[in-house]
């Protein structure tokens, strides 16, 4: 039945189909109708990060911004669910055309650069929604404000979102916030993780709960950059390491329609990059912190070398654009077929 749908939304321009897309689920899940869609996935229920997932494939963020079909994408399957980006203010995103498809290479590549309508927004569609399962709120800074006050986006962001998210994720690795990816390393780094690690203490008091934090890092970094990220996160007390987000390289599509369009390249190409960074990961935390592997599933057995490679949890993007919703079941089946650890 996707593959229909997908034949048509494939004639549409890549932003009109995702829109369509998301009106089509959202509207699925404030009637309750998406779970008809496509056989529910086997239960694997997990433990990661404090928090009880039904099955360890998750919904990646960027595809629901707003959080405008939270309902419906769990209908759909999904073990947990990641909204956002979200900034302190809307704000319109890059001039269109900014996503393009690579049906050769079954990826994509977006510039996108944080189109959302804001965090109160956001907050607004959290509360509508009826969902119970592990949300996760991604948050990032307007594209206006210098990045030597990120840390005073993150932390609007951090206090709005606090009371609301099953988890937060800080997002310093798009490639289409000019600066932004800068705050992944040294000294920079340091400040904003504990600039984050104060401020959570703060609402640990306030709320009564603690909320885990999860930082989303880049695939290109070198092996010693990745392991120094791992350091810099132990050693602030975050609680996850979301890896990868899409990459500014351009192996595998080198030729194709689009290939040299600027932005960040997701799907197939970026899949070995970025299991290398979990595998990195993986030796540095010697089992001390969670990851959770986003990049380049598009088939169920790529989900379960994510979590070979050392992840707990998997997010998926792009696979979803070309295979739909079956792709949550196949992979959490094949996670299901690993030999137990
Ligand atoms: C169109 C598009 C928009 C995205 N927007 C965001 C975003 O707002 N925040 C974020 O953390 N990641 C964003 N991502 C990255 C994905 O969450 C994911 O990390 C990346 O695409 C790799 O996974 P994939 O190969 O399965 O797509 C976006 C990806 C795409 C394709």
């Given at each position: ?17 995702h829109d369509l897309s998301l009106d089509l689920i ?197 092996d010693e950059e990745t392991a120094q990220v791992a ?65 380049g599933i598009t088939e169920g057995k790529h989900a ?38």
């Amino acid at each position: 039945m996707y593959n229909l749908a997908r034949q048509l939304l494939f004639k549409l321009s890549p932003e009109t189909s995702h829109d369509l897309s998301l009106d089509l689920i959202g509207a699925g899940g404030r009637l309750g109708l998406n779970g008809l869609l496509t056989k529910a996935p086997a239960r694997l229920p997990v433990q990661v990060m404090g928090l009880s997932f039904d099955n360890p494939v998750g919904l990646a963020a960027g595809l629901d911004k707003n959080g405008a079909a939270i309902d419906g994408f769990a209908q759909l399957g999904f073990g947990f669910v990641e909204i956002g980006t979200v900034t302190p203010r809307p704000q319109p995103g890059n001039p269109k055309p900014r996503i393009f498809r690579l049906p050769e290479a079954t990826a994509i590549i977006n510039r996108m650069g944080f189109n959302n309508l804001g965090v109160d927004n956001l907050l607004n569609r959290v509360r509508a929604s009826q969902y119970k399962g592990v949300l996760g709120i991604n948050i990032g800074k307007n594209f206006d404000t210098p990045v030597e006050r990120a840390v005073d986006d993150y932390l609007i962001c951090l206090d709005k979102v606090y009371a609301h998210a099953s988890y937060i994720t800080v997002n310093v690795s798009s490639p289409n916030t000019p600066g932004l990816r800068s705050l992944q390393f040294g000294e920079s780094l340091k400040q904003l993780l504990d600039a984050l690690a104060e401020r959570r203490e703060a609402l640990v008091g306030l709320h009564g709960k603690r909320v885990p934090v999860a930082i989303k890092i880049a695939p290109d970094m070198s092996d010693e950059e990745t392991a120094q990220v791992a350091q810099a996160l132990l050693g602030a007390g975050m609680d996850a390491v979301i890896a990868t987000n899409t990459t500014l390289g351009r192996e595998g599509v080198e030729g194709l329609a689009h290939g040299d369009e600027a932005g960040g390249l997701s799907g197939a190409p970026v899949r070995e990059r970025s299991t290398h960074i979990v595998k990195v990961l993986a030796g540095e935390l010697a089992g001390r912190m969670p990851i959770i592997a986003a990049g380049g599933i598009t088939e169920g057995k790529h989900a379960a070398e994510k979590i070979a490679a050392g992840a707990s949890l998997v997010q998926l993007y792009s696979g979803f654009i070309y295979k739909g919703p079956a792709l949550i079941r196949e992979a959490v089946d094949a996670i299901a077929a690993l030999p137990r650890t």
